[in-house]
């Protein structure tokens, strides 16, 4: 909703297709999100599906502006995606990616630790690095910036703080990790978020957290320009 406030003064009235998969989700956007002058597509589907139907859509819509905020992790074939994403725009459209940043503990935890996830793929990790990549073998420029902060991790070496189960499930990606988890694998995966943690001696920054540990976050903003665009 924030983003699409943004765009509303230079967008008197806009169509905006929400392409999600999870009901619960799209009920809670419709009770708290709606604005007027939006007219609202709701695509309750995967980002795969949504691209299959369009396949066999002869009039595909084009898209003044695309955002995907922590959602390319799951939507299958990167550069298939990114393509179709980029192919979407309009001539003077923008896409805004919102990814991990490979040098943030959301992926690294990810990548030292593949038997979280053992049915992901290697090529499953994806990063800033790699969306970047992507967008560059088309042959189209995009600017990087980074979201950098420390979230205190302290709760997380408490087994009895609720605050520290949320983080330490939101950052594994896995319901109730610390109860669920086999004990060695969570005390490893604890070592490793205490390694990860700086205290402020060592970061030489001030602030008041017992173990900050660093998430990062890049946002990565593609203007489309045909003279840049590669049809290959
Ligand atoms: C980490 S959340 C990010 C949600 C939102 N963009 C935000 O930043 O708050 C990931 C979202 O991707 C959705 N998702 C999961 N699989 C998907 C898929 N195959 N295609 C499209 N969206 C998917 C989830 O339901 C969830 O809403």
């Given at each position: 909703?924030?983003?699409?406030?943004?765009?509303?003064?230079?967008?008197?009235?806009?169509?905006?297709?929400?392409?999600?998969?999870?009901?619960?989700?799209?009920?809670?956007?419709?009770?708290?999100?709606?604005?007027?002058?939006?007219?609202?597509?709701?695509?309750?589907?995967?980002?795969?599906?949504?691209?299959?139907?369009?396949?066999?859509?002869?009039?595909?819509?084009?898209?003044?502006?695309?955002?995907?905020?922590?959602?390319?992790?799951?939507?299958?074939?990167?550069?298939?995606?990114?393509?179709?994403?980029?192919?979407?725009?309009?001539?003077?459209?923008?896409?805004?990616?919102?990814?991990c940043s490979e040098k943030g503990a959301g992926y690294r935890i990810i990548a030292n630790f593949?038997?979280l996830?053992?049915?992901?793929?290697?090529?499953?990790?994806?990063s800033?690095?790699?969306?970047?990549?992507?967008?560059?073998?088309?042959?189209?420029?995009?600017?990087?910036?980074?979201?950098r902060t420390n979230v205190d991790f302290s709760g997380v070496f408490?087994?009895?703080?609720?605050?520290g189960?949320?983080i330490l499930?939101l950052f594994t990606g896995?319901?109730?990790y610390?109860?669920?988890?086999?004990?060695?694998l969570v005390e490893r995966v604890l070592k490793f978020l205490r390694q990860e943690s700086t205290p402020d001696s060592e970061s030489g920054e001030?602030n008041?957290m017992d173990h900050p540990v660093c998430v990062e976050w890049?946002?990565?903003?593609?203007?489309?320009?045909?003279?840049?665009?590669?049809?290959?």
């Open positions: 909703m924030a983003l699409l406030k943004q765009l509303q003064p230079y967008f008197p009235s806009i169509h905006h297709t929400v392409v999600e998969p999870c009901e619960e989700f799209v009920s809670h956007y419709k009770l708290h999100s709606i604005l007027e002058n939006v007219q609202y597509d709701w695509q309750l589907k995967t980002f795969q599906q949504y691209m299959q139907d369009q396949e066999y859509t002869s009039n595909s819509r084009k898209f003044d502006f695309i955002s995907a905020v922590n959602s390319l992790y799951y939507t299958g074939n990167l550069k298939e995606t990114i393509r179709f994403l980029i192919d979407r725009l309009t001539e003077s459209g923008y896409l805004l990616v919102i990814v593949p038997e996830h053992p049915a992901f793929k290697p090529s499953y990790f994806i800033s690095k790699t969306v970047s990549e992507a967008i560059a073998e088309m042959g189209v420029t995009a600017k990087v910036n980074s979201l408490d087994e009895n703080d609720a605050d189960d949320a499930d896995i319901m109730d610390r109860r669920t988890a086999p004990e060695a001030i008041f890049d946002t990565i903003l593609v203007e489309k320009s045909y003279k840049q665009y590669l049809t290959t």
